[in-house]
């Protein structure tokens, strides 16, 4: 963890009471001497309030960038997250419609599965398992049936919930089951369109 803004935000809060406390001795001072020098209390205010400005400034300054530091941090951490969360949709999908599995591929999610457990929500690694699970129950016996796939794809399903609750947040006025059933019931239809398509015999 990164202490430098904190550190400098302590140095500033520092010097600014080491300020005021030099400020106030050196008015006791020049109070007592104003006599001879004139407008001695006035020049010491002056300077005292310049001073106390700039420092003031350079702390609100210093919380400011700190502040923009850690938005680009979230910015940039949320498009990591949505690179890697779409390539692991991409590649599960991949692996489905090839029915198979080959050292590539394997090899391409063993990464995936590194990339998600440095950026991925506890969601997201959760059902992930589930998903990996779907594709190890599946892949067994070397080829991918159908109700394998269909069940890869529900895991799949559950997995993108996860990964719109991590990249979105919760958003008001959505009921998250009915989402969630919304997305399964997608997954579904769209491999029962993919079954029907693959039923239809071309006309000769």
Do not use: C
């Not at 090839?98 to 591929?105: A, N, S, T, V």
């Not at 398992?129 to 799949?156: I, P």
């Not at 990964?163 to 997305?183: H, N, P, S």
């Amino acid at each position: 963890m990164n202490h430098g803004p904190l550190r400098t935000q302590v140095i500033l809060a520092a010097l600014f009471v080491l300020v005021l406390a030099v400020g106030y001795l050196g008015f006791r001072y020049f109070y007592g001497v104003s006599g001879d020098l004139p407008f001695a209390q006035e020049l010491v205010l002056v300077f005292l309030s310049a001073l106390a400005t700039v420092l003031i400034t350079g702390m609100l300054l210093n919380r400011q960038t700190e502040l923009e530091l850690r938005k680009e941090g979230k910015v940039l951490l949320l498009d990591q997250k949505n690179s890697v969360y779409m390539a692991v949709a991409e590649k599960v999908a991949e692996i489905v419609e090839h029915g198979r599995w080959d050292d590539e591929m394997i090899a391409e999610l063993r990464v995936l599965n590194h990339k998600l457990a440095i950026i991925g929500s506890a969601a997201v690694i959760r059902d992930f398992q589930k998903v990996l699970g779907a594709l190890q129950t599946g892949l067994a016996e070397g080829r991918l049936s159908d109700r394998h796939a269909d069940a890869v794809m529900d895991a799949m399903a559950g997995l993108t919930f996860a990964m719109r609750r991590d990249l979105l947040g919760e958003i008001k006025g959505d009921d998250e089951v009915a989402v969630l059933q919304d997305i399964l019931a997608n997954a579904r239809s769209v491999e029962a369109v993919d079954d029907l398509e693959a039923s239809v015999v071309p006309l000769g």
